[in-house]
C-alpha cells in the first residue's frame, strides 16, 4: 500500500459539471484552493498564440463586483499566497489562506469564473506586460530562443511546438474581443476541476462548492479540444543557436513519444523509469558514462514529460566538457540511447529508480499545494483519480523489458536535436 | 516597349463579383479558358490538410445535370486538354479546346461552381486514389520526404508549412462533409478569375461569361484567407535525411524572403535577378564557383518563388562531387551567399540575366496556356494587370546595389539547410 492509496480523497461533482476533489491534510489550519481549466496554451486558436495567457493575467483585473486588484488585495490582507500559471494543456489559479477563509475564495473564484470585465485601458497595458515578460524570459536568453526553435521544428503541426506565452506578432494583436471571446469559450463549470487541499472536511466543502461554484449555470459540453495530430517526419532535425552570450554550451535531443493520456498500458510508465535510469541523478547511465567514464560532459541528464493530453516530450540533455565538441557529445549520446534499446539494466538499478520514482511522490504528498497541483495537472491532461492511486503499483511493474521497449519508443525521426553555441559554426553562415 | 504591354488584355468583372480576363490569340482557332479559385492548400482549415487538393479531384465528380465524368468525356470528345492543379495560393481547373466550344466549355464550368453533388460512394473512394498518389509521389520518394520536413521545420507557424496534398493522417479523415463544407466557403464567383485566352474577342467572352457564369448569384464579400505569420526564428535549422534509396546526395538552403505581395517596391525584382546571377544556369555564380572552379559539386543552382501571398521561398542546392562531403559543400554554398551580400556584379552580368529573365517572359508569352496561367498565378496572389504589365520594366530597373540588399535578405535566422545522403550520419542514432 502507498501513502497515495491511502489518503481518503474525495471526488465529485456538481450539478453544472464542474469536478470537486477534497484532499484531507489536517496538519495545519491552512487550505489550498485551486481552480484548473482543462485549457492551455495548445488550445489557443490559430493565429491568436498565447491567448490562454494572456487571459490568465486579464482574470485579475476584476468583475462586477470586484475591482481591478482587489481579490489578490484581499488574499493579502489575510496573510494568504496565490498564484496562477499556465501550461500547454492547463490553466489554474490558486490561493493558500487559514481554513477559515476557504469559502471567501471561493465566492471570488467563483465571481471570476463568470463576471471578468475587461475595458481597453486595463486590456492594453497588461498586453505591454506580457510582451516585457516575453522579452525578458526569451528574448534576451538564447536558450530560451532555441527551446523555442527546437519545439517549433519538433512539432510540424501539433500545438505543443508553439510556445506557451504566445509569439510576439501574435500576443501583439491581442485585444479585449479575443480575450472575452477565449473566457466565455472555456471558462465553464463543466470545464473546470476545483481541488481543495487542506484542514478541510468533504462535506463543508460540498457545501462551500454548491453555494458558490454550484450558482453558475451549466452551459452543457465541456469545450472542444480539437488539435491537429503530429505526422511522421522522417528527416532529423539539428538545430543550432549560436549566441556570444552563451557561456555553457550544451547538447539536448527532445523526443516525441506517447503521453500517460496516449499510452499503451505501461509505457508511459516505462518512459519515467527509463529517464531515471538514463538520466536521473549521478548514478544513472548518461552521467555514469559521459561525466565520470569518458569525462566528455560536465553535466547529463534526461527527463520525461508524461503528464500531457497529447503525444507529450522526452528530454535528454548534456553540458561539454571543455575540450569536447558538441558533435561529438551528440554522437556519444546517441551512442547511449542505442545501448539502452537492447541493455539488460541491473535488477538492483531498476528497483532503485522505481523506489526513488514512488518516494518522490510520496514526498510530495507531503506537502500540501504539491499533492493539490499533482491532483490538478492528472486531471486536466485526461488521468482519473483511479488512476493517480494505482500509479505507484503501475510504476513498481515496470520489468526490464518494458524498460527496453521504452528506449525503443525513442525514434530520431521524432526527434530534433539542439546545439548551443557561443560560436558560429561554418554551416550557420 | 515589351511584349506584354503590346497585348491588348482586357479585365473586367461580371455584376456578382467575378473577375475576368481575355488574352487575345489568334495564331490558331483555339482558346484556353480557365477558373482560378484564390485558395489553395494554405487555406486548408487546421487539421484538415489535403482539402484544396481532395477537393480539386472531387470537382471532377459531377453535377445535378451532368454525371461523373460527363464532363471530361465531353472535352476528349472535343479532342481537347484538360487539367486542374492545386498549389499554396489558388486552386485552377482548365480545358483548352477549338474556338467554338468556349460556350459549351463555360456552361460545364459555371455548372460545377455551383451544383456540385458528392456522394460517399464517389468521396471514399476518391481519398483512396489521393492517399495512394501520397504513397507514390512522397512517401516512396526520400528527397520529397526531405522537402516534406524542411519545410515544416521553415515555417514554424504558417501553413507554407503544409504539404500542398495534405499530411496522410488528415486526408484519411477527410468526408463528404469537409469537401462540401470548403467548397461552399470557396468557390464563389467573387473568388474566382476566368482567363479566357486564344482566338475569340473581348465581347464575345464577355456575353458568354455573363450568360454562365454570370447567372450565378453573388455571396457577398471574398472569402477570408486569414493565415498566421511566421515569427522570428533565431536559430540555424539543419534537416537531415538518410536513406540507402538515395543515389544522388545534394545539399538545399531554403529561405523565407518577401514575394512579390509582400516586399517593399523592387525587393522581389532584385531577388528574381538575384536568383538568375546566384544560380540561373551555368554563367551563374554557384555553377562557376562549385562547378568549374572548386570542382566540389556536379550542379547547382537557385530560384525564387516570388509569385505568392504571404512571405515566401528562395531556393539554393547543390549536388556534391562524389568526393565532396555535404558539410564542405554546404559551407561553401554559405561562403558564397555572404560574397553576394557584397559582390559588385559585373554590369554585363546584370544585363544579361535582367535580358534573360525579360526574354524567357517573352517567350512564356508564345504559348497561349504559358500566358493565362502567368496572368492566373499572378491575379490568385495578389498582383494587378498593371503589375504584370510593368514587370520587365520593373526588372530593367534593378541595380546592383538593388542586388546586394536582396542577397542581404537571405538571412541564415530564416532558413532551414536540407542534407539528402545515402548514409546515416552518426549523429541521427
Known amino acids: 500500500m502507498t501513502a497515495a492509496a491511502a489518503a481518503p480523497i474525495a471526488d465529485f461533482h456538481l450539478a453544472n459539471g464542474m469536478q470537486v476533489v477534497v484532499i484531507p491534510d489536517h496538519r495545519a489550519p491552512v487550505v489550498t484552493h485551486m481552480v484548473w481549466y482543462r485549457n ?20 485579475f483585473k476584476g468583475t462586477h463586483a470586484h475591482g481591478p486588484g482587489v481579490f489578490s488585495d484581499r488574499v493579502a490582507e489575510l496573510g494568504g499566497q496565490e498564484n496562477a ?20 475564495m471561493m465566492r471570488f473564484e467563483a465571481d471570476r469564473m463568470t463576471n471578468l470585465t475587461l475595458s481597453d485601458e486595463v486590456v492594453t497595458p497588461e498586453r505591454d506586460v506580457v510582451l516585457e515578460e516575453r522579452r525578458m524570459r526569451t528574448d534576451a536568453d538564447p536558450a530560451a530562443q532555441l527551446q523555442e526553435a527546437v519545439h517549433s521544428a519538433l512539432f510540424a503541426h501539433h500545438p505543443y511546438g508553439l510556445p506557451v506565452i504566445g509569439w510576439e506578432h501574435e500576443i501583439a494583436t491581442l485585444d479585449r474581443h479575443d480575450a472575452l471571446a477565449y473566457y466565455r469559450r472555456f471558462y465553464t463549470p463543466e470545464n473546470a476541476v476545483l481541488i481543495v487541499a487542506g484542514d478541510v472536511g468533504t462535506e463543508e466543502v460540498r457545501a462551500l462548492a454548491e453555494a458558490t461554484y454550484g450558482a453558475i449555470p451549466a452551459r452543457g459540453e465541456p469545450p472542444e479540444r480539437a488539435r491537429p495530430k503530429e ?91 571543455p575540450d569536447c565538441s558538441l558533435e561529438k557529445l551528440d554522437a556519444a549520446i546517441g551512442a547511449l540511447i542505442d545501448e539502452a534499446k537492447h541493455k539488460d539494466f541491473p535488477a538492483g538499478d531498476l528497483e532503485r529508480a522505481k523506489t526513488r520514482l514512488v518516494a518522490d511522490a510520496i514526498y510530495a504528498q507531503d506537502n500540501q499545494t504539491s499533492m493539490a497541483r499533482w491532483y490538478g495537472a492528472s486531471l486536466a491532461t485526461g488521468s482519473s483519480i483511479a488512476d493517480i492511486r494505482a500509479w505507484p503499483e503501475r510504476i513498481e511493474a515496470v520489468t526490464p523489458d518494458d524498460v527496453r521497449k521504452a528506449a525503443a519508443l525513442l525514434d530520431s525521426r521524432r526527434s530534433v536535436t539542439g546545439y548551443l553555441t557561443p560560436e558560429e559554426t561554418p554551416a550557420a553562415a
Not at 492551455?40 to 486579464?58: N, Q, R, T
Not at 499556465?86 to 471567501?104: I, K, M, P, S
Not at 555553457?248 to 523509469?273: C, D, F, H, M, W
Not at 567514464?293 to 548534456?318: H, N, P, S, W
Open 40 to 59: 492551455g496554451s495548445a488550445d489557443d486558436p490559430l493565429g491568436k498564440s498565447g491567448i490562454a495567457h494572456f487571459l490568465e493575467h486579464l482574470m
Open 85 to 104: 500559471f499556465t501550461a500547454n494543456d492547463y490553466t489554474a489559479y490558486f490561493q493558500r489562506v487559514a481554513r477559515e477563509h476557504l469559502g471567501e
Open 231 to 321: 505526422p511522421p517526419i522522417r528527416a532529423h532535425r539539428l538545430v543550432t543557436l549560436a549566441d556570444a552570450k552563451v557561456e555553457q554550451p550544451s547538447v539536448s535531443r527532445i523526443y516525441i513519444t506517447p503521453s500517460y493520456n496516449t499510452a499503451k498500458p505501461g509505457e508511459a510508465e516505462a518512459l519515467e523509469v527509463l529517464a531515471h535510469l538514463l538520466g536521473g541523478g549521478a548514478t544513472s547511465l548518461l552521467y555514469k558514462r559521459l561525466v565520470m567514464e569518458q569525462k566528455i560532459a560536465v553535466a547529463a541528464g534526461a527527463y520525461y514529460l508524461g503528464g500531457a493530453l497529447d503525444d507529450t516530450r522526452f528530454f535528454i540533455y548534456a553540458l561539454p566538457a
